[in-house]
C-alpha cells in the first residue's frame, strides 16, 4: 500500500473513531473514554506484535525515549480530545483536532524541512478552514433528523 492509501485509511478510521468517541465522552466521562481507547488500542497492538513475530521490546534507549515522551503528547492530547468531544460539538471539535496535522508540518518546516508552495498553501487553507469551523454557530443550515 501506499503512504497515501494507508493515509487515508487512518484519516477514515479516525473519522470513525471520533464519531464514536463523543458518546463515549459524554457517557462515561472524558478520562475513562480516554482509558477504555487507550487501553483496547494497547492489548490490539499487542496482540498483533506477538502474532507477526516482530519483537516487543526495542534495545535502543533513544528510541525508548522517543517513544515516552510521543506516549506522553499523545495521552495528554487524547484527554483533551475526549473532554472536548464530551463538552463541544462534533462538527466543530473534531475538524479543529484534525488540523494537528497541519501542526506537525509547520514543525518540520521549522526543524528545517523544505516545504513545496502547494504545501504552504494547504497549510494557510487548514488555518483559514479552523478560523472558519470556530466562528459561532447559527441555528440554520444543516440538520441531521433524530432517529
Do not use: H, N
Amino acid at each position: 500500500m501506499s503512504g497515501v492509501t494507508l493515509g487515508l485509511l487512518a484519516a477514515l478510521a479516525w473519522g470513525f473513531a471520533d464519531y464514536l468517541a463523543q458518546p463515549a465522552s459524554r457517557r462515561m466521562g472524558a478520562m475513562r473514554a480516554s482509558f477504555a481507547a487507550q487501553g483496547f488500542g494497547a492489548v490490539a497492538l499487542l496482540l498483533f506484535l506477538l502474532l507477526t513475530g516482530t519483537g516487543l521490546f526495542p534495545t535502543d534507549a533513544v528510541a525508548w525515549a522517543w517513544a515516552l515522551g510521543a506516549s506522553t503528547l499523545m495521552t495528554a492530547g487524547g484527554l483533551a480530545f475526549y473532554q472536548s468531544l464530551g463538552l463541544g460539538q462534533l462538527a466543530v471539535v473534531a475538524p479543529i483536532m484534525g488540523s494537528y496535522g497541519a501542526v506537525t508540518t509547520a514543525l518540520a518546516w521549522l526543524g528545517g524541512e523544505r516545504l513545496s508552495l502547494l504545501t504552504g498553501l494547504g497549510l494557510l487553507g487548514v488555518l483559514v478552514a479552523v478560523a472558519l469551523v470556530s466562528l459561532p454557530q447559527k441555528t440554520e443550515g444543516f440538520q441531521s433528523t433524530p432517529a
